[in-house]
């Protein structure tokens, strides 16, 4: 796949854009917290496995309340600056295995904000993540050149009756995944990620002499004449 021309660009932007959204928020609802520039990282992460892949920032803060800070008030003020800056906004209060917390969310334009508010322990979490952004142009996968051919196949040798000398997985091509009718990729059903022909391994080719019954039945200059007058 190749590059397009100043996504890269587009998706630091991206980033650095939320960090200020984040910022924005917690000086609202939890003014004397620091979110360091730290927070957000260097590199973007795979958030979905399409063809091509599309990425996004993502970043996590997490601090302390303050002792005359509430977390019904953090809760408040979160509501109030998502409200303020436009953003929808969903609140949630979910159970969890050590502590229960609240949690509110904005999102617009595709940047999603959470405020996560643990009132037992008076901890909050900030996090956000950035619209996805696909880094290169799709490509469809090309065939590659075949391991063997009719011309190179060895003495005592046919060509794999799966993939036709391929060698590569004839599903995949040797990509390990396909792309599923909603343009997502899935782990190849023919090779299972092992991206050779699951029949002959990568070879291209089998061996006449171990080859089983039915296989032969693929090679009809392999099959005995009488076998075939018994079986008609």
Same mark, same amino acid.
């Given at each position: 796949?190749?590059?397009?021309?100043?996504?890269?660009?587009?998706?630091?932007?991206?980033?650095?854009?939320?960090?200020?959204?984040?910022?924005?928020?917690?000086?609202?609802?939890?003014?004397?917290?620091? @979110?360091?520039?730290?927070?957000?990282? %260097?590199?973007?992460?795979?958030?979905?496995?399409?063809?091509?892949?599309?990425?996004?920032?993502?970043?996590?803060?997490?601090?302390?309340?303050?002792?005359?800070?509430?977390?019904?008030?953090?809760?408040?003020?979160?509501?109030?600056?998502?409200?303020?800056?436009?953003?929808?906004?969903?609140?949630? !209060?979910?159970?969890?295995?050590?502590?229960?917390?609240?949690?509110?969310? +904005?999102?617009?334009?595709?940047? !999603?904000? %959470?405020?996560?508010?643990?009132?037992?322990?008076?901890?909050?979490?900030?996090?956000?993540?950035?619209?996805?952004?696909?880094?290169?142009?799709?490509?469809?996968?090309?065939?590659? %050149?075949?391991?063997?051919?009719?011309?190179?196949?060895?003495?005592?040798?046919?060509?794999?009756?799966?993939?036709?000398?391929? +060698?590569?997985?004839?599903?995949?091509?040797?990509?390990?995944?396909?792309?599923? %009718?909603?343009?997502?990729?899935?782990?190849?059903?023919?090779?299972?990620? !092992?991206?050779?022909?699951?029949?002959?391994?990568?070879?291209?080719?089998?061996? @006449?002499?171990?080859?089983?019954?039915?296989?032969?039945?693929?090679?009809?200059?392999?099959?005995?004449?009488?076998?075939?007058?018994?079986?008609?």
């Amino acid at each position: 796949m190749s590059e397009v021309p100043g996504t890269d660009v587009e998706l630091r932007r991206l980033g650095l854009l939320l960090l200020a959204q984040v910022r924005n928020v917690a000086a609202h609802v939890t003014p004397a917290a620091v @979110i360091p520039e730290s927070a957000l990282p %260097d590199a973007p992460e795979v958030a979905e496995w399409t063809e091509p892949l599309r990425y996004r920032f993502a970043l996590r803060v997490r601090i302390g309340l303050d002792a005359d800070l509430s977390a019904d008030e953090v809760v408040r003020r979160a509501v109030e600056a998502f409200t303020t800056g436009g953003f929808d906004i969903v609140e949630e !209060r979910r159970a969890g295995t050590a502590a229960a917390r609240v949690v509110v969310t +904005g999102s617009r334009a595709g940047f !999603r904000i %959470d405020v996560r508010v643990w009132p037992a322990t008076g901890d909050v979490v900030y996090a956000g993540v950035t619209p996805t952004v696909a880094l290169r142009a799709p490509r469809a996968p090309e065939r590659p %050149d075949p391991v063997r051919t009719a011309e190179t196949v060895e003495p005592g040798h046919v060509l794999c009756y799966e993939c036709d000398g391929l +060698g590569w997985c004839p599903a995949c091509y040797g990509f390990s995944w396909v792309v599923d %009718d909603a343009g997502l990729r899935q782990s190849c059903p023919e090779c299972r990620e !092992r991206r050779v022909c699951p029949i002959c391994r990568g070879a291209g080719q089998l061996q @006449i002499a171990r080859l089983r019954r039915a296989e032969r039945a693929f090679y009809p200059e392999l099959v005995d004449p009488l076998v075939r007058e018994d079986e008609s």
